[in-house]
């Protein structure tokens, strides 16, 4: 009997060693396949475009000190390190920081950036003998691309983490980190003494090493068989990797916050989410209170629990001075200075949500999404930060204006908008809604609305493009129209005032005034079909139903799109695609690819230059007028209100010089608003583009244009006798050639022209 329970007590034993045996190995091949590729893997990060300086920059030096201050800058008394600005009068003084662009490597700079009335006078660097003619300062981080469990991290070197970062970890986490292998058994028994004499788990033992593991393949669930597979695979983990490489992924792994749905691993997008600065610019306040919330990110969170984390951060500094880390000098600096956490909580990481969503749709063209997510590629936008933000500035305050002004319903007004570069199509701005930092629906990008006289531009151009039939004071009908579609339904367009009738009107002052009827006629005459060729042609890519109620706006789109298409008359007639991506480099900064500005003739020049003449008009004397309220009159512009039936959606759309804005304004719930584009959209147009000193528009006159003098009571080429004239550009060869008889008029003729004149 005893030599059976032998056998059978060496079989269970050898079977155990087997089980056992194989489990390990299974464990070392999850470490072996898993770790290497793993630790690795980092979203992509989203860059806005570098804030350049340069003599004659409208800037003064207040502006600068508040993009410095944007980009994590700390203002100082004399600045000597990256990261540091002083600001006195008309003159910056800084340190920029180092950064790798898709270029090369950008240096550090000691710069004084000198100031006059008119914006930048000089960029002076010691031992440079010549004002600098260019320099960038180095971008905002404004987002990353991650996977769906929104997992974030930014990558660090073991060569880039400071010491005391790196040695304060090792202090206060794991004090025989380089005499373990593993599993500390003296910090268990230690853990477990503490634990006895508490009476309950008040210290821990894992090591650096176990904490990793932890992080990187376990539960956190409290139970041995959890504990045994820990210390295991941190076993394990020590055999294939040295020490050094195991602390450099600790610093890139360990949890550390939480940005909404988006977990913060790591100490280096830790920096930047609490502190707005890289790591390297870290004190050691700041260094002991990150340090802090490897114990419990949440418990020790110094926006909700800001006594208990700067006790935890006080704690960690002794440490730091009774090991000798810091001196006893920086000891009681550092006690005594505040947090000092960014209160927004983002500190650049995912700062404007809509404008990173149009990144990633338009990288998606030309990456797998695999690698967007892991492969930690480097992407530099075209995002102007000052523009996102009086952006995001003035539709909040302009929609809260706008409700508690006409008694609607507060926060029920929604709004979208785009701004963009007038010469390369390069989207400068974008707010996906009323809240910026929100990361829902992009109503820039995917809310389609009614466009309403948004559309007429593009009916005038049609007709433009026909200059032996029109021109800018060709007369139109303004008279009902009544017309029995195909379908069996009557059209029946009516203008804004509904019962008004305006008769014969020149073509221009129609756009201007946005008369639905004289538009309604027109565009029968140059045929549906032959206005949705513009559209087309202005860079619409999907084709709109070539139906009469086009020409009023009776089609659904974007925000993006009606940008792209105005874009197009902005720039003269050239189309540029709407992109938000200038280039792409991988983790090391090697290029990948290079979004080059591309240009095709969209819509013919002369015509267009006639069109955004009239459009011109529109802020002159016509629906957009208002527009100068804000905006210096001073200042030319062009732009269209649009308003849709039952007041449901307000646009406007404009331009200057060197921006283009499309703003929408209107309820989720597609219920009446009360507003006009004029008076819902036109105000926060133009308030943001107020802000960002809008330029005039300043069209180069085709060869193919030419300008006239017109007598505007016959509409004829005006003579030297004639009072009441207005100069027109027409295209070359269809002006009126004849005269009219201004001069040398009858008596009744002159006595009719003046009671005309009288009359208008």
């Known amino acids: 009997m005893r030599s059976k329970l032998r056998v059978a007590a060496l079989v269970t034993l050898a079977v155990g060693l087997v089980a056992g045996s194989l489990y390990i190995l299974y464990l070392d091949q999850v470490i072996r396949e898993r770790f290497a590729g793993v630790r690795w893997a980092v979203p992509s990060k989203v860059f806005a475009a570098p804030l350049e300086l340069y003599p004659g920059k409208t800037m003064d030096a207040q502006a600068l000190a508040r993009e410095l201050d944007r980009l994590g800058y700390r203002k100082v008394g004399t600045p ?3 990261g540091s600005y002083a600001q006195s009068g008309r003159a910056v003084d800084l340190v920029s920081r180092a950064f790798q662009y898709w270029d090369g490597k950008e240096p550090s700079r000691r710069l004084f950036v000198r100031f006059d009335a008119s914006g930048i006078r000089e960029i002076v660097e010691p031992g440079v003998s010549s004002s600098h003619a260019l320099v960038r300062i180095d971008p905002l981080a404004i987002g990353s691309i991650h996977a769906a469990r929104a997992e974030d991290r930014l990558l660090l070197r073991r060569e880039e983490v400071p010491e005391l970062l790196a040695k304060g970890i090792i202090l206060v986490e794991d004090r025989h980190f380089y005499s373990h292998w593993g599993v500390s058994l003296r910090g268990i028994a230690r853990a477990m003494v503490a634990n006895i004499k508490a009476g309950r788990v008040v210290q821990g033992g894992s090591t650096i090493t176990q904490q990793l593991v932890r992080n990187f393949f376990l539960t956190l669930d409290q139970n041995l068989q959890r504990k045994i597979k820990e210390a295991i695979m941190a076993i394990l983990l020590e055999l ?42 870290l004190n050691a306040a700041e260094t002991a209170l990150l340090i802090s919330l490897a114990k419990g990110a949440s418990y020790y969170n110094p926006r909700r629990h800001p006594e208990r984390a700067r006790g935890r951060r006080d704690l960690v500094l002794r440490l730091f001075r009774d090991d000798g880390l810091i001196t006893e000098e920086t000891y009681q600096r550092a006690v005594a200075a505040p947090l000092g956490v960014e209160s927004d909580g983002d500190g650049g990481a995912v700062r404007y949500p809509a404008f990173v969503d149009l990144v990633r749709r338009q990288l998606e063209a030309d990456y797998r999404k695999e690698d967007l997510q892991s492969e930690g590629l480097r992407i530099f936008t075209t995002l102007d930060p000052h523009a996102q933000a009086e952006l995001e500035r003035h539709i909040r305050d302009g929609l809260e204006r706008i409700e508690a002004q006409r008694g609607i319903e507060e926060g029920s007004l929604e709004a979208a908008a785009l701004i963009t570069r007038t010469e390369s199509g390069e989207v400068a701005a974008l707010a996906g809604g009323r809240e910026g930092r929100y990361r829902g629906f992009n109503r820039a990008l995917d809310a389609r609305r009614p466009i309403g006289s948004l559309a007429k531009p593009f009916v005038y ?41 305006y008769g014969e009107v020149r073509l221009y002052e129609a756009l201007a005034r946005s008369y639905n009827l004289a538009t309604a006629h027109l565009g029968l005459a140059v045929t549906p079909k032959a206005v949705a060729r513009t559209m087309q042609a202005a860079g619409l890519e999907r084709a709109p139903a070539a139906l009469p109620s086009l020409a009023l706006g009776a089609i659904d789109l974007s925000p993006m799109e009606v940008a792209q298409m105005f874009s197009t008359l902005a720039s003269g007639g050239f189309r540029y695609p709407l992109t938000g991506i200038r280039e792409v480099t991988d983790a090391q900064g090697e290029p990948l690819t290079r979004y080059g500005m591309q240009v095709e003739r969209g819509l013919d020049e002369a015509p267009t230059y006639l069109t955004n003449w009239a459009l011109e008009q529109v802020a002159i004397f016509g629906t957009g007028s208002g527009v100068y309220r804000w905006i210096e009159p001073s200042t030319r512009l062009a732009g269209k209100t649009g308003t849709t039936d039952g007041y449901r959606d307000a646009w406007f759309a404009g331009f200057g010089g060197d921006r283009v804005g499309v703003f929408w304004v209107g309820r989720d719930d597609n219920q009446p608003t009360g507003l006009s584009g004029a008076s819902g959209a036109l105000p926060l147009w133009s308030a943001t583009m107020a802000a960002l000193d809008l330029q005039s528009f300043d069209p180069f006159m085709p060869s193919s244009v030419t300008q006239v003098q017109i007598d505007r009571d016959s509409g004829l080429r005006a003579g030297e006798g004639c009072q009441k004239v207005i100069s027109l550009p027409f295209i070359e060869g269809f002006a009126p050639e004849r005269e009219a008889p201004c001069a040398g008029s009858d008596t009744s003729e002159g006595v009719r022209g003046w009671f005309q004149r009288l009359w208008q």
Do not use: C
């Open 461 to 501: 151009h049609t007709a433009l493009s026909q200059p032996e039939r029109f021109h800018l004071y060709s007369l139109l009908e303004d008279k009902p129209l009544r017309l029995e579609m195909p379908n069996g339904s009557v059209w029946e367009p009516k203008n804004y005032d509904a019962d008004a009738v």
């Open 240 to 281: 294939h990797y040295d020490k050094e490489e195991v602390l450099e992924a600790y610093i890139n792994e360990i949890f550390l916050g939480q940005d909404g749905s988006r977990a913060i691993h790591g100490f280096g997008l830790a920096a930047g989410h609490y502190f707005n600065k890289p790591v390297s610019e």
């Open 80 to 82: 000597s390190k990256p």
